[in-house]
């Protein structure tokens, strides 16, 4: 099972693996390219390839309360399903009166013909250690040559609570992108951790973008 990490980094950027200028990825939609595709060139040994992975960070102001909420919206294609771990991990704090939380979470699997999405009642929360919990889930009809999508939306009411980002991680990533929208008066610092530069890194300001 894959776990993913929350820990206190935060940064305005975009990255990407390859320029894909013009190409939109929309969740259900695979490409006809991608159902074909039998292995990645450049790593013909993974048993999987992240073909699109996107995050959105920001502020939003719900219930009198300010929350940082991540989009996250990833695609994996699936060469060898014996290896290929299938079953996803999100944490997510549980407070005292009030804790983080995770909604719109969908999964899907897609083979040749077939569409196959997850069930809500096959996703499945558990306590972790201390505050933490997991939800978790698997994929359904997983088989060599599938694609998967999930995403999900996760609110959190800590501030410190800025997550990392692995451009790379244990299956290669054709594309990474991450988004993150920080009020002004907010201060974090950023650290780029390996040896290889963003291919994207920029921010920008914007006035009178927040509400409370």
Same mark, same amino acid.
């Given at each position: ?12 950027l975009s990255f990407s693996g390859f320029t894909q200028s013009g190409i939109t990825h929309g969740f259900g939609k695979p490409f006809p390219s991608e159902m074909?595709?039998? %292995? ?28 940082i909420v991540k989009e996250y919206y990833a695609k994996i294609k699936v060469f060898n399903s014996l290896k290929f771990d299938g079953t996803i991990g999100i ?31 096959? @996703? ?28 999900? %939306?996760?609110?959190?009411? $800590? ?14 990533? @054709? ?10 008066? $907010? ?12 291919? @994207? ?12």
């Amino acid at each position: 099972m894959r776990i993913f990490s929350s820990l206190s980094i935060a940064f305005l950027l975009s990255f990407s693996g390859f320029t894909q200028s013009g190409i939109t990825h929309g969740f259900g939609k695979p490409f006809p390219s991608e159902m074909k595709m039998e %292995k990645y060139d450049k790593d013909p040994t993974a048993d999987a390839v992240y073909l699109y992975e996107k995050g959105d960070v920001y502020f939003e102001a719900i219930e009198d309360r300010i929350w940082i909420v991540k989009e996250y919206y990833a695609k994996i294609k699936v060469f060898n399903s014996l290896k290929f771990d299938g079953t996803i991990g999100i944490p997510f704090r549980v407070g005292n009166s009030i804790g983080e939380r995770i909604n719109s979470l969908e999964a899907i699997t897609h083979n040749e013909g077939t569409i196959d999405s997850l069930s809500i009642e096959n @996703v499945f929360s558990s306590h972790f250690q201390g505050r933490w919990h997991i939800k978790t889930f698997a994929f359904p009809n997983l088989k060599d040559g599938s694609i998967v999508e999930y995403r999900y %939306k996760l609110a959190s009411p $800590y501030h410190f609570a800025f997550e990392d980002w692995e451009f790379q991680s244990e299956y290669p990533k @054709v594309y990474s992108e991450l988004h993150a929208k920080i009020n002004a008066n $907010y201060i974090y610092r950023k650290t780029l951790i390996g040896n290889l530069k963003l291919d @994207v890194e920029s921010s920008t300001w914007q006035k009178k973008c927040f509400f409370c």
